[in-house]
């Protein structure tokens, strides 16, 4: 088993890197050398083997890029303990990684011993704020770095909540230390099945947080009273609303590292090369305004 524990000897990712998610369909393009892409973010319940193919590709991944580990299975919002063999299984592969970057999702998926394949929204309330914050000191303790926390795309809101989503985000980074990941994407798609505004939420998000931005596309349904619902697909590219708001938000905060996620319906891995050379082309016109910056 191959076990990386410094950064030291593999690349790393500073805040002016674009990336994507890693597929495994596009391997031979990606080991190809005729890319621009300087990272890529696996999920890590894909690699909760001991072996096979998926840790050989895995391994030379590693050994060549920047590498993220964006976990979609704590269930870190949920009402019981986190899963402590999930838990264990995500300590031994960011031991045996070392990932630039961790992230896991504001939601809760599990309920008891059943498992949910969805990530759900909860309410913004005191008790809400201390169950997350524990969740994530556990977390935070046995991966023995900072996590990502990040924001949700949601569809309803809750009556119980006594405050917003970027003041209970607030809340949580004071009481854990762990950091921000900002899906642009998610913003975009939650204001406008809200009817409130993303550029009003961006303008209260704590950014001097966020370690890791994430743009996505979204598909648009109609309603029958004909409002519009946009349902976070990762189905499609970028829409131009969401890029307007990303440009915006890295000329005010500076780069940080954004990766393009494209999950359902992936094209060949040179259209999501384009679309990572596109942020790469916004993040390159702030960059020498920063150094390197890195959430460990």
């Given at each position: 088993?191959?076990?990386?524990?410094?950064?030291?000897s593999v690349p790393m990712i500073t805040d002016a890197d674009a990336g994507v998610?890693?597929?495994?369909?596009?391997?031979?393009?990606?080991?190809?050398?005729?890319?621009?892409?300087?990272?890529?973010?696996?999920?890590?319940?894909?690699?909760?083997?001991?072996?096979?193919?998926?840790?050989?590709?895995?391994?030379?991944?590693?050994?060549?890029?920047?590498?993220?580990?964006?976990?979609?299975?704590?269930?870190?919002?949920?009402?019981?303990?986190?899963?402590?063999?999930?838990?264990?299984?995500?300590?031994?592969?960011?031991?045996?990684?070392?990932?630039?970057?961790?992230?896991?999702?504001?939601?809760?998926?599990?309920?008891?011993?059943?498992?949910?394949?969805?990530?759900?929204?909860?309410?913004?309330?005191?008790?809400?704020?201390?169950?997350?914050?524990?969740?994530?000191?556990?977390?935070?303790?046995?991966?023995?770095?900072?996590?990502?926390?990040?924001?949700?795309?949601?569809?309803?809101?809750?009556?119980?909540?006594?405050?917003?989503?970027?003041?209970?985000?607030?809340?949580?980074?004071?009481?854990?230390?762990?950091?921000?990941?900002?899906?642009?994407?998610?913003?975009?798609?939650?204001?406008?099945?809200?009817?409130?505004?993303?550029?009003?939420?961006?303008?209260?998000?704590?950014?001097?947080?966020?370690?890791?931005?994430?743009?996505?596309?979204?598909?648009?349904?109609?309603?029958?009273?004909?409002?519009?619902?946009?349902?976070?697909?990762?189905?499609?590219?970028?829409?131009?609303?969401?890029?307007?708001?990303?440009?915006?938000?890295?000329?005010?905060?500076?780069?940080?590292?954004?990766?393009?996620?494209?999950?359902?319906?992936?094209?060949?891995?040179?259209?999501?090369?384009?679309?990572?050379?596109?942020?790469?082309?916004?993040?390159?016109?702030?960059?020498?305004?920063?150094?390197?910056?890195?959430?460990?």
């Amino acid at each position: 088993m191959s076990a990386y524990h410094t950064t030291a000897s593999v690349p790393m990712i500073t805040d002016a890197d674009a990336g994507v998610g890693f597929k495994h369909a596009h391997a031979e393009a990606v080991f190809g050398d005729d890319h621009a892409v300087r990272w890529f973010e696996v999920h890590p319940e894909n690699y909760m083997g001991a072996g096979g193919m998926p840790h050989r590709l895995l391994t030379d991944l590693r050994e060549r890029f920047g590498l993220s580990l964006h976990g979609v299975g704590l269930s870190i919002g949920g009402e019981g303990r986190l899963d402590a063999d999930h838990l264990a299984r995500l300590v031994a592969l960011n031991e045996r990684y070392a990932p630039d970057l961790f992230s896991e999702h504001l939601a809760w998926s599990s309920h008891d011993e059943s498992y949910l394949n969805d990530l759900l929204p909860l309410p913004y309330t005191p008790q809400t704020v201390a169950k997350v914050a524990d969740h994530i000191d556990e977390v935070q303790s046995a991966l023995g770095r900072t996590i990502l926390l990040e924001n949700p795309s949601t569809y309803v809101v809750f009556e119980q909540s006594e405050m917003s989503e970027t003041d209970f985000l607030r809340e949580i980074v004071r009481r854990t230390g762990c950091g921000l990941l900002l899906d642009v994407n998610n913003v975009f798609v939650s204001a406008t099945n809200h009817g409130t505004s993303a550029q009003a939420y961006l303008d209260a998000f704590p950014t001097a947080s966020v370690g890791e931005i994430h743009l996505a596309g979204h598909a648009s349904v109609t309603l029958s009273d004909g409002a519009p619902l946009l349902i976070d697909a990762h189905d499609r590219a970028v829409a131009d609303p969401v890029w307007d708001l990303y440009e915006n938000l890295i000329a005010r905060i500076g780069p940080r590292p954004t990766l393009v996620e494209w999950d359902n319906d992936v094209p060949a891995f040179d259209v999501l090369a384009g679309e990572v050379a596109r942020a790469q082309a916004v993040l390159d016109t702030q960059s020498p305004l920063l150094g390197r910056r890195h959430v460990a």
